[in-house]
């Protein structure tokens, strides 16, 4: 069965200050990796995704994420955050070609600080 | 474009009461999704609609029934609601299945006391 950790339920950075939200995953067949992000009160919204090819991939708002197979990892990242970066972000997860590939696994959750 | 769309936004119900969760999209998507939000779980799967006429159980169905109404409507019933169901709802549609993101909900918040 695949699962997601995201490793920091909290993460505090100043504003200006590179930002890195940790993921690792597990699967059985082809991962398909998933970052999400949620304001206070609201519901979630999708900032990128890796399905193949380049490992690097840029999403909304200035974020990315690597994609590292032999670590099993897709951290998200940002090279300088900002106040408004402040949320809840999630990592999920696809395993595409098991049995279970309808399904995407999320994460717990990591609550992103970033103070002015 | 109003995107996904939940109705209604909070709720608070008594143990075996029953109510309907509605949800519509309007992206013309092929996929829908429930799922229930609890603190330090993040998001599981409650039903799920591959496409219209087919629905299937998630990871935590029990207690739950689904209808997908037609291509843009999908709703989630509780017929005898218990404290274990206060959560917050999230409704999601997709283009299909596999490598397409899906787009969330607001959310609706409930309460069973």
């Known amino acids: 069965a695949q699962s997601v950790a995201q490793p920091e339920d909290q993460v505090n950075v100043a504003e200006g200050n590179p930002l890195t939200v940790k993921c690792t995953y597990s699967?059985?067949?082809?991962?398909?990796l998933f970052w999400y992000v949620q304001y206070p009160n609201r519901g979630l919204q999708f900032l990128l995704k890796y399905i193949t090819g380049d490992n690097l991939v840029k999403g909304s708002y200035g974020f990315e994420a690597e994609f590292n197979k032999s670590q099993t990892s897709f951290h998200l990242k940002k090279p300088s955050a900002l106040v408004s970066d402040s949320a809840l972000y999630f990592c999920?997860?696809?395993?595409?070609?098991?049995?279970?590939?309808?399904?995407?696994?999320f994460g717990a959750g990591t609550t992103v600080t970033v103070r002015a | 474009n109003a995107g996904v769309t939940q109705t209604p936004k909070f709720q608070v119900l008594k143990t075996g009461q029953s109510m309907t969760l509605q949800c519509a999209q309007d992206m013309n998507h092929n996929s829908m999704y429930w799922y229930r939000q609890d603190p330090g779980m993040g998001l599981r799967l409650i039903y799920y609609?591959?496409?219209?006429?087919?629905?299937d159980k998630g990871e935590v169905p029990n207690g739950y029934n689904v209808s997908r109404l037609n291509k843009r409507e999908f709703s989630l019933r509780l017929e005898s609601a218990a404290p274990s169901q206060t959560s917050v709802y999230f409704c999601?549609?997709?283009?299909?299945?596999?490598?397409?993101?899906?787009?969330f909900g607001p959310g609706t918040r409930l309460t069973v006391t």
């Open positions: 999601a549609s997709s283009a299909g299945q596999g490598a397409y993101e899906q787009y």
């Open positions: 609609s591959a496409s219209e006429g087919t629905t």
């Open positions: 999920a997860v696809r395993d595409f070609g098991s049995s279970n590939d309808y399904k995407l696994s």
């Open positions: 699967v059985s067949g082809n991962p398909y």
